[in-house]
């Protein structure tokens, strides 16, 4: 009959035109997508060796969907920079800190790189993977345009070099240290009487050399690196940052990839975060001998004057919500 005709007609031109779009996409998805990752750390640090193996696992087992090429040392302009021509849709993924990200749109991101804010590592993981922050990144995608991949890159409490020992909080008064220009950094030191000055990662060595700064603050990891220690011969072990750094990246470029992609990316840098903490733990007390052989003095900090001093850090947001400090606690708790 003629309808039948018809339609089996219909069906068979409806059949080709699905195979035909089927070959289109898949075509489509074979395209790879190359994003560069920017970072102000030399190739030598820690969160860079480790992300190129990271980088390499992601081409792997997206059968080269995704590939990556490494701009180190500031190559692509400062941590602001980066994040910038991420939040443009430039195919750009950085290394950062939460601290940095409060200021595109969720300014709650910052209480999480208070001082003191978590106990170790594991707290932090719980922290940064919680519900309460999974809302933060979900808003600062849709504000800015930057997604968070992970901020669990825990290279190790944060402590203080110089030309002298900062035992006592008020030690540091009147001293020249370098402070990068983020809020949450200048609202910890300020409290401490220090004389903030910005100088970019990559010329802090020269700067301490030359007495632009006579102090500066970094994990263990970060010091060896950079090898600040071999101009500043005194490390306080005051701990008072553990920094939630980590990778973010253009949401334009992360909505591009499949789904399949997208999983594979998430699950390959939460990895690597927890192999980089893991890591940094375990070479802390091997940096310390090396720095010690080297001529550098370690001075013990008095912990609690230093929680006292800085506590003003968590009543100086007039944008967070009340009990925004005590909601963060429970999350790195599990609570």
């Known amino acids: 009959m003629p309808f039948s005709k018809i339609t ?33 750390n030399p190739p030598t640090a820690e969160s860079l060796v480790f992300v190129q193996k990271v980088a390499d696992r992601v081409t792997e087992r997206t059968q080269g969907r995704v590939t990556f090429r490494l701009f180190p040392s500031g190559q692509l302009g400062t941590t602001n920079d980066s994040i910038e021509q991420a939040s443009q849709g430039q195919p750009v993924i950085t290394y950062t800190s939460a601290s940095f990200m409060a200021g595109f749109g969720v300014p709650e991101l910052s209480v999480i790189e208070g001082p003191f804010i978590v106990a170790n590592n594991e707290e932090g993981e719980r922290l940064a ?84 700064v006579a102090a500066a603050e970094s ?34 470029t992360f909505k591009g990839l499949s789904a399949g992609d997208r999983a594979i990316l998430l699950e390959e840098f939460r990895k690597g975060g927890q192999e980089l903490s893991k890591v940094s733990a375990e070479r802390g007390a091997a940096i310390r001998k090396e720095f010690e052989a080297a001529g550098v003095t370690f001075h013990e900090a008095d912990i609690p004057a230093y929680r006292k001093m800085t506590a003003s850090f968590y009543t100086s947001f007039p944008k967070w919500p009340a009990g925004l400090h005590e909601k963060v606690l429970a999350a790195a708790a599990g609570k």
């Open 219 to 252: 994990p263990l990891t970060g010091l060896r690196a950079s090898k600040w220690f071999e101009v500043s011969k005194h490390i306080t072990l005051t701990g008072h940052f553990n920094l939630f750094t980590g990778w973010v990246m253009s949401e334009a």
């Open 129 to 212: 993977f919680s519900p309460l922050l999974q809302g933060w990144y979900d808003q600062l995608a849709a504000k800015s345009g930057i997604r968070v991949i992970a901020l669990n890159w825990f290279d190790g409490p944060r402590h203080m070099i110089g030309n002298a020992g900062y035992g006592k909080p008020e030690s540091l008064k009147g001293v020249r240290m370098r402070v990068p220009p983020v809020e949450t950094w200048i609202k910890t030191f300020e409290p401490l009487g220090v004389v903030a000055t910005t100088v970019e990662a990559a010329e802090v060595y020269s700067a301490l050399s030359q007495g632009v």
């Open 8 to 40: 089996r007609r219909a069906l068979a031109g409806a059949a080709v035109s699905v195979a035909l779009a089927a070959m289109s996409l898949g075509a489509q998805a074979q395209t790879p997508t190359a994003i560069r990752i920017a970072s102000v």
